[in-house]
């Protein structure tokens, strides 16, 4: 089928737009969408010169007077998005826990700090898990506090203020308490799992982790094709 990997297929099998990591082959005139080279977005064939457009952690550098051509690797593996327009090459993001500085460097935030402006602790822009915003979101810049112990999101430092445990605990009764010892995570009580250990799989009808074959470490029920 022509729609198979298509964003876009009409009625007659007629694709108009290829899924992120696959192109139309140039010499086809039937729309296939073929898979490109891995650091491909867009592609018109899987070519590692056919690129259109790149994967984050990669910038799009054309064929002299094409529109198609190579996807190169930021040049700091501190750098998630990066361009080169009229042959300069500019850091755009950072990965998470850094910023970019005046230079168009990344510099480590604040250990407190998801996002951030700059490296002192008052200049999160978002925080890290186990950590909220004292200011409440009033402020662009802000500090960012600690939780309760055992809690990933709160709205302020008590554990009645927790809204969602660390993973292996639940939230009861204004504390956090561990769940079954196969669950990864579990809600409202310690055996009503949401996910496994390795291992393990989700018995949908009780919710509870049971355990893989013998030879399986990871599965999808307790037989050996699973």
Do not use: M, W
């Not at 005046?102 to 700059?118: E, V």
């Not at 002192?120 to 200011?135: N, V």
């Not at 310690?190 to 355990?211: D, I």
Request: with cysteine; aromatic share 12%.
């Amino acid at each position: 089928s022509n729609c198979e990997n298509c964003a876009k297929c009409d009625e007659n099998e007629y694709c108009s737009e290829c899924l992120p990591g696959f192109g139309f082959r140039y010499y086809s005139d039937n729309n296939y969408c073929s898979p490109c080279n891995e650091k491909c977005k867009h592609c018109r064939d899987y070519q590692y010169f056919d690129c259109t457009e790149c994967y984050d952690g990669y910038y799009f550098e054309p064929q002299t007077g094409l529109d198609y051509g190579y996807c190169y690797q930021c040049k700091s593996e501190l750098c998630a998005q990066c361009e080169l327009k009229s042959g300069v090459y500019k850091c755009l993001q950072c990965k998470p826990g850094y910023y970019l500085d005046d230079n168009n460097d990344c510099q480590k935030c604040y250990d407190t700090c998801l996002t951030c402006k700059g490296t002192g602790a008052a200049q999160c822009l978002t925080c890290q898990d186990g950590f909220f915003d004292e200011s409440s979101g009033t402020q662009e810049l802000h500090e960012c506090v600690s939780c309760a112990p055992l809690c990933r999101e709160c709205h302020g430092a008590k554990i009645e203020d927790c809204d969602v445990c660390e993973d292996g605990y639940y939230k009861t009764n204004n504390e956090c308490r561990t769940c079954d010892i196969n669950c990864l995570t579990c809600v409202n009580e310690r055996t009503h799992c949401l996910s496994c250990h390795e291992g393990f799989y989700l018995e949908k009808e009780t919710n509870k982790c049971q355990p893989c074959s013998e030879h399986c470490s990871k599965c999808e029920g307790p037989n050996e094709d699973q």
